[in-house]
């Protein structure tokens, strides 16, 4: 079962790799925001996973943050565009 | 039995991450992008963190912190598409040329004319 | 025992690639996105390393209120770009910002 763990944790990497080229592409900004959030929640995924793999508890905390801080980071950089911070 | 069910979780979980990841970077414009990630959420988070919990059980503590996320996830990953898909829209990133429907534009207009009468 | 070290160097191999592009991007805007994807991507990899606090502040920190600081700079010390050698026009600019 640590097996399947393992793997997800890595396939998560991978595919966050992925996504970095669309970062680093992205014609416009809007394109990089939709890269970002996702590239924030296959992190959480990833630290979650992990966290199975190598049987640590306390380390499941930081996914929790990762996953609720993908959503703010959004709503942040949606706000920017509209109409700016401040 | 359970580990089966496990590894058929992941596999599709893993298949739906790897397709909407390419997806990001085949799709020719924002609105598209934004579609392919809320399916990587939707098809390809939700059903490894289900896997998580069929693997760990749900009142340990990793299937309930998956639990959790799972919950936020759902609750939260359409709200913040909206809000970006609507950013996109008002800030005017143009469409793929060959799109074929903009209900907003179409609306607008027809409200325009209405008043015009 | 193999997970680790190949987590450890993916993550090394994209936080080194992001912390390029913050400085190859001409593009303000996406060089501080991709800041926030070096914290997000370093946060990983200080629980890989077993260090979970240090990953806290790190996501606090680097993945939302230092891009969210630089943000406010931006907008606040903006002056028109218009010169298309460094990739902003000002229609370009118009249109993602």
């Given at each position: 079962m640590t097996g399947v763990y393992e793997a997800v944790a890595i396939g998560e990497v991978v595919i966050a790799a992925l996504l970095l080229i669309r970062l680093a592409s992205g014609p416009t900004v809007s394109d990089r925001i939709v890269a970002l959030n996702t590239i924030s929640t296959q992190a959480a995924l990833a630290v979650l996973f992990f966290a199975a793999f190598a049987r640590r508890t306390i380390y499941l905390d930081v996914a929790l943050w990762l996953a609720s801080f993908s959503y703010l980071g959004a709503i942040v950089w949606s706000r920017y565009l509209e109409r700016g911070l401040l | 039995m359970r580990e089966g069910i496990v590894i058929a979780l992941a596999a599709i979980g893993g298949f739906f991450s790897l397709t909407g990841a390419v997806g990001m970077l085949r799709m020719p414009d924002v609105y598209?992008?934004?579609?392919?990630?809320?399916?990587?959420?939707?098809?390809?988070?939700?059903?490894?963190?289900?896997?998580?919990?069929?693997?760990?059980?749900?009142?340990?503590?990793?299937?309930?912190?998956?639990?959790?996320?799972?919950?936020?996830?759902?609750i939260v990953n359409p709200a913040a598409s909206h809000a970006l898909a609507r950013a996109a829209y008002k800030?005017?990133?143009?469409?793929?040329?060959?799109?074929?429907?903009?209900?907003?534009?179409?609306?607008?207009?027809?409200?325009a004319q209405s008043e015009a009468q | 025992m193999s997970a680790f070290w190949l987590l450890d160097y993916l993550l090394l191999a994209l936080i080194l690639t992001s912390a390029l592009l913050v400085l190859l991007l001409r593009n303000l805007n996406g060089a501080v996105m991709a800041l926030?994807?070096?914290?997000t991507l370093l946060s990983v990899l200080f629980v890989v390393l077993g260090a979970p606090d240090v990953a806290h502040s790190e996501v606090v920190v680097g993945a939302i209120a230092l891009p969210v600081l630089y943000l406010v700079a931006?907008?606040?010390?903006?002056?028109?770009?218009?010169d298309p050698a460094l990739g902003e026009t000002r229609e370009q600019d118009s249109a993602a910002t």
């Open positions: - | 598209c992008r934004i579609q392919c990630s809320s399916m990587t959420i939707t098809m390809g988070a939700l059903p490894l963190l289900v896997a998580l919990v069929v693997g760990e059980g749900p009142v340990s503590s990793y299937g309930s912190r998956a639990l959790l996320v799972a919950a936020l996830l759902l800030t005017g990133v143009p469409m793929w040329p060959g799109a074929v429907a903009d209900q907003v534009r179409d609306q607008v207009a027809a409200e | 926030s994807a070096a914290g931006i907008g606040k010390s903006r002056t028109v770009v218009d």
